[in-house]
T-cell receptor, first 117, second 118 residues
Framework: DTAVSQTPKYLVTQMGNDKSIKCEQN?????MYWYKQDSKKFLKIMFS???????INETVPNRFSPKSPDKAHLNLHINSLELGDSAVYFC????????????????FGPGTRLTVL | AQKITQTQPGMFVQEKEAVTLDCTYD???????LFWYKQPSSGEMIFLIY??????QNATEGRYSLNFQKARKSANLVISASQLGDSAMYFC???????????????FGTGTKLQVIP
């Protein structure tokens, strides 16, 4: 069974379009995250949710809107896609960022490679 | 200042040899966690090993061990008996902020690309 899954794995779209990426975890974790990995492999946090509550919202354009319908799901919707949005987007989950403290280990999904043409 | 520094963008190692991947970190927190992840060419991020700042013993997981030197703020990953399947990008990461009152997050280094030569 896949622990953290993302769909789609690849997404190719035109500038200006709106797209969504879905993430699901079956680990029973309370905390979920979105990361962006750029072409130089640099990994940066975008958002984190704990029990459906937004905790971290890094400096991300408001064209990016996360939604957590329940603690096992965290989706990312992107409006008006731009060339610079091309990247690999990773979803991750961890047991509980507040309760587990510094031992809280994040487990990643397989990533979604977004290409904006 | 960089929170996590990985100074080796790329490394080669002969199969069956041991290799050390360097990682230094910068934090003013007393309590923090250090992690290593592997990213093979297929793209997924695989958790390898964790070290807590108060752990006195170096963490080990199979062929992976973490050489933790707190005073030097280094958390090097040692892979023993390298295998061809170890060829990948390796990322060092740190979690801090749990006790400082702010929200805590994980910061990743820029990665080291390891290639294992037959």
């Amino acid at each position: 069974d896949t622990a953290v899954s993302q769909t789609p794995k690849y997404l190719v779209t035109q500038m200006g379009n709106d797209k969504s990426i879905k993430c699901e975890q079956n680990l029973g974790h309370d905390t979920m995250y979105w990361y962006k990995q750029d072409s130089k492999k640099f990994l940066k946090i975008m958002f984190s949710y704990n029990n459906k509550e937004l905790i971290i919202n890094e400096t991300v354009p408001n064209r990016f809107s996360p939604k957590s319908p329940d603690k096992a799901h965290l989706n990312l919707h992107i409006n008006s896609l731009e060339l610079g949005d091309s990247a690999v987007y990773f979803c991750a989950s961890s047991q509980n960022m507040w309760a587990s403290g510094d031992t809280d280990t994040q487990y990643f999904g397989p990533g979604t490679r977004l290409t904006v043409l | 200042a960089q929170k996590i520094t990985q100074t080796q963008p790329g490394m080669f190692v002969q199969e069956k040899e041991a290799v050390t991947l360097d990682c230094t970190y910068d934090t003013s927190d007393q309590s923090y966690g250090l992690f290593w992840y592997k990213q093979p060419s297929s793209g997924e991020m695989i958790f390898l090993i964790y070290q807590g700042s108060y752990d006195e013993q170096n963490a080990t997981e199979g062929r992976y061990s973490l050489n933790f030197q707190k005073a030097r703020k280094s958390a090097n990953l040692v892979i023993s008996a390298s295998q061809l399947g170890d060829s990948a990008m390796y990322f060092c990461a740190m979690r801090e902020g749990f006790y400082s009152g702010g929200y805590q997050k994980v910061t990743f280094g820029t990665g080291t690309k390891l290639q294992v030569i037959p």
